[in-house]
Every structure is written in C-alpha cells, then in structure tokens.
C-alpha cells in the first residue's frame, strides 16, 4: 500500500510513547497491510493511542503521531489532526494475560528507584552514626 515501516528516534528524558506498545501497534499495521484485505481500518488506526512515557525508552511522540496519520491517508481516511478528540488512553491493541507482567523498560525504573532510595538511606545512617 506505499506505507513503509517506521524507524523511530528514541527519548530517553522527554516524553515519549511506549516502545513496546507502538511496536505492537506497528507490527499489527504492517501486517495487515502486506495481506491481500488489510484487516485494520482507518478508522482503527486513527483511534489508537498510546501511554505517554518519560525517563524511560519511548519514541518520539510527534513521528510517531505522523506515522499513523500516513497509514491513515493510505487507507482512505482523514488524518487524525482533523479527528475529534479521543480518549488519552485507549486499551492496547493485544490484551496482556499476566495483570502483574511489567515491561522492561518499567522494570528498570523501579530497580533505579530502589538503587537510589538504597543508596540514600545507606548515606543518611552513616552521616547520623558519626553523632
């Protein structure tokens, strides 16, 4: 369908979509689009929203919203700008089936927490045994 797959820039410290998901999102899309019948429609494509992210690996926000908007046009429809607003926060495109399942990427946030605050309270009980 003339769409080709996105190369996104990652962010590291700026607010960026969820890699995991929109990998999901991408893979689905991309899919579709090699079958004879896509499968997905423009109108589902335009209402995909993705879980903001920051000090995380994310991807660019506004590539990735142009992106769509491409795949939108290429399947007949309006570009999402033109769209009523929608949801924040849509469900993802394929369920979890663990609840307690976290991405790596949320994983490696609250080790660096843990490692901090550790770190923290380690250095507090010391500086306070001196007295």
């Known amino acids: ?12 410290v700026r607010e ?3 890699c995991a998901d929109v990998d999901r999102a991408v893979d689905r899309i991309m ?6 019948h896509p499968s997905i429609g423009a109108g589902e494509v335009a209402e995909l929203r993705f879980k903001p992210i920051r000090f995380g690996a994310g991807y660019d926000i506004g590539e990735v919203d142009g992106w769509l908007d491409e795949v939108v046009v290429a399947l007949g429809g309006r570009p999402v ?7 924040v926060v849509a469900p993802p495109l394929e369920q979890v ?6 991405s790596e990427a949320a994983m490696d946030r609250w080790q660096a927490a843990a ?7 380690v250095t507090v009980l010391i500086y306070v045994s001196r007295f």
Do not use: H, Q
């Open 31 to 36: 899919e579709s689009l090699s079958a004879t």
């Open 115 to 121: 490692i901090i605050v550790v770190t923290l309270v």
């Open 16 to 18: 960026g979509y969820d």
């Open 1 to 12: 369908m003339g769409v080709e797959r996105p190369t996104f820039t990652r962010t590291r």
């Open 97 to 102: 089936t663990d609840d307690t399942a976290m």
């Open 81 to 87: 700008e033109a769209l009523p607003p929608g949801p």
